[in-house]
């Protein structure tokens, strides 16, 4: 159901004509940020507040698969890990590798620059098509999280990290699976909430997209969300 970039022929003559999103490899390169998700906010997909007392993250808006409120991408949980600092002179390689489960439950809206702003035309500065951005700093999440050399750099936010992720299930990985409160949509949301448990991809429990289903346009900027607007980088 999503548009593979290297086959957007092959999309266009099938079921993905009227969306611009793209599939991407369970496995890859992406890039990660981080934003400030207030703990018990609802964000784009509707997911419960208590899911914020677990790691979490916003999908840059192409690969979340929806421009306003829920998307394909909601629910879905991926292994994060560090590799190298993208803005630093010279890179960062830390000598420890940290990885972090987190469960998608925001959009990260499309930008003309910044680190959401692939589209099928192309990717982030980095050239990356996939850019989470980490609920951080978190409860769930250590302070420490990400490395860093103070004594070399003079700080320790390196900002955009080259990262590789991995499609993982939920149920068996993610650290807020079991906390039935951290699971499922705010019911008072009603149809603009989507927050499956564990989807696998399967129409029956992955979230259709809020945007193509309402025929609001793919690459517009979210406007007109129930829900109320964040700031990403
Ligand atoms: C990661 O970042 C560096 C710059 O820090 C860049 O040269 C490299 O191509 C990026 N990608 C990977 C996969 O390391
Ligand atoms: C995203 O923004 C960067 C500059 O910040 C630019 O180099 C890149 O081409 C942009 N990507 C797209 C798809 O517009
Ligand atoms: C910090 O950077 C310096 C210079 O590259 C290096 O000698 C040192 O081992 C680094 N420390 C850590 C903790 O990475
Ligand atoms: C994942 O866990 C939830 C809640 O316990 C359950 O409803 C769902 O069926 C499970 N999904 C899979 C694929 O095991
Ligand atoms: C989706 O659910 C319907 C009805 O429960 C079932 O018949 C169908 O096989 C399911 N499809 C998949 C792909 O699981
Ligand atoms: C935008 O919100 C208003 C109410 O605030 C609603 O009437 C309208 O239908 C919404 N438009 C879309 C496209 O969701």
Redesign the pocket.
């Known amino acids: 159901m999503l548009c593979l970039i290297a086959f957007t022929l092959l999309c266009a003559a099938a079921a993905c004509a009227s969306s611009e999103w793209i599939e991407y490899p369970s496995d890859g390169i992406a890039t990660m940020t981080h934003y400030t998700l207030p703990s018990g906010y609802v964000a784009s997909c509707g997911c419960t507040g208590a899911s914020t007392g677990y790691p979490t993250a916003a999908l840059n808006q192409m690969a979340f698969g929806s421009s306003t409120n829920f998307g394909p991408a909601c629910g879905r949980c991926f292994r994060l890990t560090l590799l190298n600092t993208f803005l630093s002179d010279p890179p960062f390689y830390?000598?420890v590798t940290k990885s972090v489960v987190i469960k998608v439950t925001d959009l990260c809206p499309l930008s003309t620059t910044g680190w959401c702003n692939a589209t099928t035309k192309g990717p982030n500065a980095a050239g990356s098509y996939l850019n989470f951005d980490l609920a951080w700093p978190s409860s769930s999440i250590p302070d420490n999280f990400f490395p860093s050399?103070q004594?070399?750099y003079g700080y320790t936010d390196f900002g955009v990290w080259n990262i590789s992720y991995q499609s993982v299930s939920c149920n068996s990985s993610w650290a807020g699976a079991k906390d039935r409160a951290a699971l499922g949509s705010v019911p008072a949301l009603e149809m603009s909430a989507c927050c499956p448990a564990d989807p696998t991809g399967s129409a029956n429990d992955t979230c259709p997209s809020y945007s193509a289903d309402n025929a609001i346009p793919y690459v517009s900027t979210r406007s007109n969300i129930s829900i109320a607007t964040i700031s990403h980088k």
């Open positions: 830390p000598e050399n004594s070399f």
